[in-house]
């Protein structure tokens, strides 16, 4: 789904074992070295212990990757809920034979019959149980009679036992103290610690893709570290989500609070309301939208109107035909911004001392109009009065480019160098219309976070798009803290 998004050549959380991607801590080390070294040596029983979501699978399907299929015969057995004599019929179902009589006797007897013929052919027989916690109690009593079929010597058949801490408590039953004496090798998987958990996720993204590319934010990283707390699969399923609301919300890197709701969306995720990116994801695939760079910052804002001005729920025209819409001050209401050859005039100033009014508080049964003042005209089409430095209203100060005029300039002197165009310097972007000679300027509410805010702005939060805002605001150390109150510059931004 993503991937193309990421320059991913694969999924890199995908939560069923992948050997490809297994990262080996020093008790997964441990772990796939105690089961090498007991089938090796033929010590007939091994025991691996660990927690859900540790990567127990993960070590035994790389361990049967790395062995040689000439030396060694696995049979792998994930359906433990059986009877021991099903069991000896899985084992001759694995291995292509048909057991020639129905009693667990004579199946004992072909079975060891097999196993001698493979010793003297030098090949190894493993049986390998998954989920072993689960196998019945008298299947494990059983269990014991396999490590009778040996040599003088040498152990015909290994026997790998990978399970759940319960599985320690079933060996430890007075029942299966013969079992628990013939466990020669035994270790446990731990979860990982707070520096391996960071390397798991680079491990993997490097397995993902060839191309280095920053994905998640250190914030972002951080969370999903805290949140895991070692749990390699949970760090996956984690991951895996963010990757997906970051893409259906088209911003990159990942930062820390889409992250913090994919946290909330899986801590409730007993609650019967969708994860938050579903409904996203969704309206953009079935509007077409993920043609995001058609999404032009004039019909973001005229979105954002429409929820907050009644007056705003017009028609917007295509841009470049007809009426271009221009955002009013609160108050006012939504006019046409004038065409090429009209005067342009801004909006006034916010009085000195006045705060930020409340987004949501516009009164909708009446419609009470602000005194305006005086226009002034401007000399040139494409021109703007300077503003005054009081923080514009969100709803009308985010659009760099609604209300432009269309068609050639008028003027006869080229402006002096705005500050946007110091910034289209800096970050080595272009801008097609730099007419605009102020930024917008918008103060942090309780809530908000840049990749939000980026998104309010220009209907889409890139790479690009983030760098021209940190580059007009160097205030900002981390990109996934901004402090209420704080006022920000949304640079002007044309296309490429």
Known sequence: MYLDYYRFDREPFHITPDPKFLYLSPSHKEALASIIYGIENRKGFVCILGEVGLGKTTIVRSYLELADRDEILPIYVFNSKVTFKELLETIFQEWGLKPEGDSVHSMLQQLYRELISEYNTGRNVVLLIDEAQNVPLDTLENLRMLSNLETTKRKLIQVVLIGQPELRDKLDRPELRQLKQRVVVRTTVFPLTEQESREYIRHRLSHASSRPE????????????????????TINIIADNALIASYGLQCKP?????????????????????????????????????????????????????????????????????????????????????????????????????GDAPRASVPMATT???????????????????????????????????????????????????????????????????????????????????????????????????????????????????????VLIIPPLGGN
């Open 368 to 486: 009470v109009e602000a005194p305006k003042p005086s226009p002034q005209p401007v000399p040139g089409a494409g021109r703007t009065e300077p503003r005054e430095p009081a923080v514009a209203e969100r709803s009308a100060a985010f659009s760099p480019r609604a209300g432009m005029p269309e068609g050639p300039s008028t003027r006869e002197e080229p402006a002096p160098a705005s500050p946007a165009q110091g910034l289209a310097t800096q970050t080595g972007l272009a801008w097609a219309n730099l007419a605009w000679t102020d930024a917008a300027r918008v103060t942090a509410q309780p809530g908000d976070y840049l990749t939000k805010l980026c998104i309010e702005a220009y209907g889409y939060c890139g790479q690009r798009e983030l760098t021209a805002i940190l580059a007009a605001n160097p205030s900002i150390v981390d990109p996934d803290y901004i402090a209420v109150g704080q």
């Open 254 to 354: 990942v930062t820390k609070n889409v992250v913090d709701q994919v946290i909330r969306d899986h801590h409730d995720e007993g609650r019967t309301r969708e994860l938050f990116w579903k409904p996203v994801l969704a309206a953009l695939c079935l509007t077409g939208a993920l043609l995001l760079p058609t999404y032009t910052y004039r019909e973001a804002l005229h979105q954002r109107l429409s929820a907050i001005i009644p007056a705003a729920t017009q028609t917007m025209p295509p841009q470049g035909e007809g009426t271009a819409w221009q955002a009013s001050p609160p108050g006012q209401a939504s006019r046409p911004a004038p065409q090429a050859g009209q005067e342009m005039r801004t909006a006034p100033a916010r009085p000195e001392g006045q």
């Open 214 to 233: 920053t994905i998640f934010t250190r914030g972002a990283e951080s969370r999903i570290v805290r949140y895991a707390k070692g749990i390699p699969r």
